[in-house]
Structures are given as C-alpha cells and as structure tokens.
C-alpha cells in the first residue's frame, strides 16, 4: 500500500473472501497505528515511541522510512487543562488492556490515550460507502485525566484515588463514579482500589453500608440482598432504611466490599456472560462519620440495540437503567446550571439513583466520574457513547469556568 493506489475492496472480496478478511485487519491496524501516531501529540522525534516503529515494521515496513515518515508530523502539544479549577468535580477515563478472548477472537485496539494531554481518541475505521477504500474518522475526547491499558492498578489508584482520600479533611465527602459498558473494567478497578485503600485508611474507625439499586428497588448487599427503603429527612438527606452498617477494620475491607459485591443482580446478556443490572453503592462512613468515601459502580451503560431477543423484564430493566443514567447526566447538567446561577434546582428526585448521590450536586462535594473503556473495534461505538456522555458533563462544567 503506497498510499496513492485505490485498492478494491469488493474485487478482491469476491476473489479471496478469507484472506481479504485478515488482510482487511492488517489495513485497518497499520493505518490506525500511524493515524494514532499522526493524533497522538509527540512534539518531535525524540519522543516518539519507537513501539510503533516496531509495530509498523511488523507489517513490512522498513524502520528508516517509517521513521521519516513520521518524523514530518511534528506537532506542539496543546496544554493540558487545569482541572484543580473545577469546581469539584472531575473525569477521567480508563482503558482496560486487551483481554485474551478479544486477541483470539481477532479483535484489535482502536482506542489511542493521550496521557500527558488527558485526551482518547477513537479510531473508527470503515469501509467507504462506495466499498472502493477504507475510511478512517478520528473521534476526539478531552477530559481531565486518561489512563491507557498500560497503566497499572496500583498506578491508577495512586494517580487518580489516592489524592482524593488523602485530602478529604473532616465534614468533606467524595464519591467516586464508574460509568461505562459491562466488561470494561468497573469492577475491576473498584476491587483494585478497594484493595489499597485498606492501607491508607488504616487506624481509622471506618462504617460500611453497601446496597444496590434494582430499578425503583433497594436491596443491602451486606444481608443478603434484604430489601431496604430511601427515606429523606428533614434536611433533605437521603438515607436506607434498614441497611445494615458494619464497622469493619482497614484490612478486612476490600474483602468484605469484595463479597458483598458478589452478591449483585447480575444476568447473562448476549454478548456479556455476566452483566451487571443494577448500580451498586457502597459509602464508606469514616471517622463516626465525619467524612464520607462513597463508592458507585454503575450498571452497564449498553443501549437496547445490544441484545435482540429480550423478556419484558429485561426490557423494563433497560429502560429503567437508561432513565436513571438520563437523570444522573441531567442532575450534572442543572448543578452546572445552578453554580451559574441559571437554574434553581437540581431535578435530583427522578430516579433513586440521583436521589443516593444527590449529596454530589452540591459545590462543596468532590466527585470523579471515570468513563471505563474498552480497546476493542467491535465495542468502538459503546466506547464512543460512553466518552461521549461524560465529556457532555465535562463540558457543561468547562463552560462554567470560562464564564468566571
Ligand atoms: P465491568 O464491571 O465493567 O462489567 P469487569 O471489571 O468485570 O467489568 O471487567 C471485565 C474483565 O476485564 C475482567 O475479566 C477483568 O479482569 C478484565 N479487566 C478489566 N480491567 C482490567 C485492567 N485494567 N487490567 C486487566 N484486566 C482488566
Ligand atoms: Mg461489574
């Protein structure tokens, strides 16, 4: 492929139909690795990352001209926007890494991170409508943070959590959101954190509650999945009544937080073994109370379109899913309306989901919300979705800073 020929897609398909198959991925993968190189921000050649050299070689290109090539894209970086100057609230994604069924099902990666300028970028490569060339769109998103799958637990707690549970001073409260397609890594990462978060809480008086939310339902994971009620009092404070509030000690947590987990309303969906149906909650009270550390992993954020043949329940439970992830998005969008004093409330009262967080739509609280996302080309359009939602967010947010 020299770049100036048209190649016919539909010629060759007729003649070899299998090989065209694999050589159809070796297209999209070559193009998409110099197209991630071209979007990535490496300002000169020292910085290039000499994998992608290897990777391309890989694919019959000599290292020297490869490295010409790329050395006419030269490109400043743009600056990274501050987000300590937002007001409380930050987002960030998390690519999860390849998983073995993925590679050997014949999927690849088409999702480049940009660590240093917290940007993902989706290479979204098709066949052109007229079936003659391969059309490649780039779909660009800037948030506050993102992590490639290179990226370790261990690093992604101590980057991302870790600040947010050191500095919560008393009376401050933080939550920490996960929102994506199921299989993308919410669990994982909240297991991950859980575990190292028993460390840095340690010698302090700590109170879990833990339930899950079921459509209009709650259930306590700590018993069993017992039914409990949301009350607000008074003040507007929204509790669970008749959850159980175990106090546990740093070390026991993350296998506690682990079990009761476990016991979430999963089911199996076409394409996802195990997928979660419901968003789980867990608060972790610390200090008698003082301050508060909240956990949400939300349910998967697949749309209808996903699963073909659905019961009635099934279908009732996406509705309800999407209805709450509505809310959620537009209680963000009121806060940001409100801190600008255009709006004077928040509609947090449309779901019980945006009623449990209603606490993050006020400025004094600190939230991250992080968009887990999976490489793969055949989940592309959910990863796009999902960093689609959050940067909507984001940017209802950035448009408050500007104006101040
Ligand atoms: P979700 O809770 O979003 O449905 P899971 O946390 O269950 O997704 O992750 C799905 C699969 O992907 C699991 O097998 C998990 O081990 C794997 N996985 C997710 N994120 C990572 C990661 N950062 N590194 C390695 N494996 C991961
Ligand atoms: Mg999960």
Redesign the pocket.
């Known amino acids: 492929y020299d770049g100036r020929q048209h190649w016919s897609l539909r010629e060759a398909y007729l003649k070899h139909r299998d090989r065209l198959r694999q050589a159809q991925g070796d297209l999209y993968r070559v193009k998409m690795l110099l197209d991630a190189h071209f979007t990535s921000q490496s300002s000169c050649l020292k910085d290039l990352d000499l994998s992608i050299l290897e990777r391309i070689a890989d694919f019959g290109f000599s290292q020297g001209p490869a490295v010409g090539f790329l050395a006419n894209w030269r490109r400043a970086p743009k600056p990274v926007a501050a987000a300590s100057d937002r007001p409380g609230i930050r987002f960030m994604a998390?690519k999860?890494?390849l998983?073995p069924f993925e590679v050997a099902a014949g999927d690849w990666d088409c999702v480049t991170v940009s660590r240093s300028c917290a940007r993902v970028v989706c290479h979204d490569g098709r066949l052109h409508r007229t079936g003659r060339r391969l059309e490649m769109l780039h779909k660009k998103f800037v948030l506050d943070q993102a992590y490639d799958?290179s990226v370790s637990?261990s690093e992604f707690y101590e980057d991302a959590v870790k600040p947010l549970v050191t500095s919560l001073k008393e009376e401050e409260a933080a939550t920490i959101i996960?929102y994506?397609?199921?299989?993308?890594?919410?669990?994982?990462?909240f297991?991950a954190c859980w575990k190292r978060l028993g460390a840095d809480l340690a010698g302090r008086s700590i109170a879990v509650t833990f339930f899950e939310i079921h459509g209009k339902k709650c259930y306590d994971l700590l018993q069993q999945r017992k039914e409990v009620t949301l009350r607000s009092d008074a003040e507007e404070r929204v509790h669970v009544r008749g959850a159980l509030t175990l106090s546990a000690d740093a070390a026991a947590l993350p296998s506690l937080l682990e079990e009761a987990l476990r016991l979430r309303r999963s089911e199996a969906t076409e394409r996802?073994p195990?997928?979660?149906r419901s968003h789980a909650v867990c608060v972790l009270a610390l200090d008698g109370g003082r301050t508060t550390l909240r956990f949400v992993?939300l349910a998967?954020s697949e749309r209808n379109y996903e699963t073909r043949s659905m019961t009635a329940q099934q279908h009732r439970d996406f509705a309800e899913i999407n209805k709450s992830l509505m809310a959620l998005k537009d209680c963000f969008r009121a806060h940001a309306q409100l801190l600008r004093q255009k709006s004077t409330r928040v509609p947090y009262r449309s779901s019980s989901l945006t009623q449990v967080l209603r606490s993050c739509f006020t400025p004094e609280h600190r939230t991250l919300i992080l968009a887990?996302i999976s490489p793969t080309a055949t989940d592309l359009l959910h990863s796009t979705n999902s960093l689609l939602q959050v940067t909507q967010m984001s940017k209802a947010l950035s448009a408050l800073r500007s104006e101040c």
């Open positions: 998390r999860r890494p998983l799958s637990d996960c994506g397609q199921t299989g993308t890594g919410k669990t994982h990462t297991n996802n195990l997928s979660s992993d998967g887990t």
